[in-house]
């Protein structure tokens, strides 16, 4: 087998690995987001915690502490102290949400360029193995022709320029 069809072949099956690869990173990728639940819900809980709060400001005193009763707060500081945690862990999950977003999009671009990688390597391949065979069968169709051929027809000029006009 030539080199030329070996390396052919070669890109065939790279192309074949990297499409293999392509369909797992791929899968992967359908993973569902976790961060994602967690940062809604702690944006929520802060939004409804700073709101009682902003309520809780506008009214008077002896009615704030009925109200940070009904809602399960001893003082107006236990109240600020659950804001403060709350937003604490809003921040440690958005940090979760960016690490996740940003491997997300490496794997996409991993995938992105397997799959060019792939296409590339399949048409080059083809490419080669077309070539390789229209190769060999110009050869042989050119022997097939020079066998036919009368003997005192057949010149070293004659089967140059056949060959050359065949490619």
Do not use: W, Y
Not at 77 to 106: P, W
């Amino acid at each position: 087998m030539k080199v030329r069809n070996v390396l052919a072949i070669a890109i065939v099956f790279a192309a074949s690995v990297a499409s293999l690869a392509a369909v797992a990173l791929s899968a992967a990728q359908l993973r569902p987001e976790r961060a994602a639940t967690d940062v809604l819900v702690d944006t929520a809980g802060v939004a409804q915690l700073t709101s009682l709060r902003t309520v809780i400001a506008q009214l008077s005193g002896d009615l704030q502490g009925s109200v940070l009763q009904r809602n399960g707060f001893a003082s107006l500081a236990v109240l600020e102290r659950t804001i403060t945690d709350q937003e604490a862990e809003l921040e440690k999950d958005q940090i979760a949400r960016h690490v996740e977003l940003e491997r997300r999009d490496r794997a996409m671009a991993a995938l992105m360029a397997l799959a060019a990688f792939s296409a590339a390597a399949c048409a080059l391949g083809t490419i080669l193995l077309a070539q390789a065979f229209h190769g060999s069968s110009s050869a042989r169709r050119l022997a097939n022709q020079i066998s036919e051929a009368p003997l005192g027809q057949i010149s070293e000029n004659a089967i140059e320029k056949r060959a050359l006009s065949r490619g």
